[in-house]
């Protein structure tokens, strides 16, 4: 599945949910993709604007290392924009799609410095809070391994836990009967399973979490239900706070909160199943 299924949502829902509890907790994206064209963040500068959401749900202000890698498209349509790199321009880069950046596209010397930058961010992070949350960027498998940073080379990396983030309304065998075998085995040994996010119609969605088991071998570990954004919703502060606990509500009805209690204080990493 391509970009766009809920993962950043889901990503929200887990952390508010944390933070009401009190647990120390924190979001890390390696590479995001923005545009100006997005509620969230507008006000602030380019760089920090990929994890504005995932922060507040997390009581925390957005930092370069919790999103060391951001690309600023112009808009939506233009496939190439300016590249941040620990808050700091670098030049302009291509992208190849939603939220999807190619290390092997770039120049030497442009690839180690997002990779360094990623390394120490997230090392970084993970000394500072109990529970860090790590988000990937479009979809898992989209990429060759070695050019996938916030997919592949991150989570291999940390040796994190990941989740699958699907869709309910995308959810097929097609889309997912080779996702294993797109991935390289040390990235495979570390998936736990799917969570399949928007759900409208439940009858429906088992028969989907069937599906995506029998296609992958995975387990289906919660069905979060559709929460899109609250009516009005404008990138404010209040409105991403009210829509933090809107998410939280949803994750914590799934009961995918006990699940994650089991596993290790460093948390879990979602990527989205690829195309």
């Known amino acids: 599945m391509s970009a766009g299924v809920g993962k950043t949502a889901v990503s929200i829902g887990i952390l508010r949910s944390l933070f009401r509890?009190?647990?120390?907790?924190?979001?890390?994206?390696a590479v995001a993709v923005v545009t100006p064209d997005e509620?969230?963040?507008?006000s602030l500068p380019p760089w920090r604007r990929g994890v504005v959401q995932s922060c507040a749900?997390?009581?925390?202000?957005?930092?370069w290392w919790h999103n060391p890698v951001v690309v600023n498209l112009p808009d939506a349509r233009t496939p190439v924009g300016d590249l941040y790199v620990r808050g700091r321009r670098l030049g302009r880069v291509p992208v190849t799609g939603a939220d999807r950046l190619d290390l092997g596209a770039l120049p030497d010397r442009l690839r180690r410095r997002c990779q360094d930058a990623v390394e120490e961010g997230y090392q970084r992070l993970a000394g500072e809070v109990p529970w860090l949350l790590v988000e990937g960027a479009a979809g898992a498998g989209d990429l060759p391994p070695a050019s996938d940073l916030a997919n592949r080379i991150l989570?291999?990396?940390?040796?994190?836990?990941?989740?699958?983030v699907a869709s309910a309304r995308q959810a097929g065998p097609v889309d997912v009967s080779g996702l294993t075998d797109r991935l390289p085995p040390a990235l495979r040994a570390l998936l736990l399973g799917f969570v399949l996010n928007r759900v409208s119609d439940l009858p429906a969605?088992?028969?989907a979490a069937q599906r995506l088991t029998r296609a992958s071998d995975l387990p289906v570990l919660a069905r979060?239900?559709?929460?899109?954004?609250?009516?009005?919703?404008?990138g404010s502060p209040e409105k991403i706070d009210?829509?933090?606990?809107?998410?939280?509500?949803?994750?914590d009805e799934s009961g995918l909160m006990r699940?994650?209690?089991?596993?290790?204080?460093?948390?879990?990493?979602?990527?989205?199943a690829a195309r």
């Open 21 to 29: 509890r009190g647990v120390p907790c924190a979001p890390f994206k």
């Open 39 to 42: 509620y969230a963040g507008r």
């Open 57 to 63: 749900a997390a009581g925390t202000v957005p930092r």
């Open 155 to 164: 989570p291999e990396l940390a040796g994190l836990p990941v989740i699958v």
């Open 205 to 207: 969605a088992d028969a």
């Open 224 to 234: 979060i239900t559709d929460a899109p954004p609250p009516i009005g919703y404008d």
């Open 242 to 251: 009210a829509m933090c606990e809107y998410r939280a509500s949803r994750v």
């Open 259 to 272: 699940l994650l209690n089991a596993l290790p204080a460093a948390g879990p990493g979602l990527v989205e």
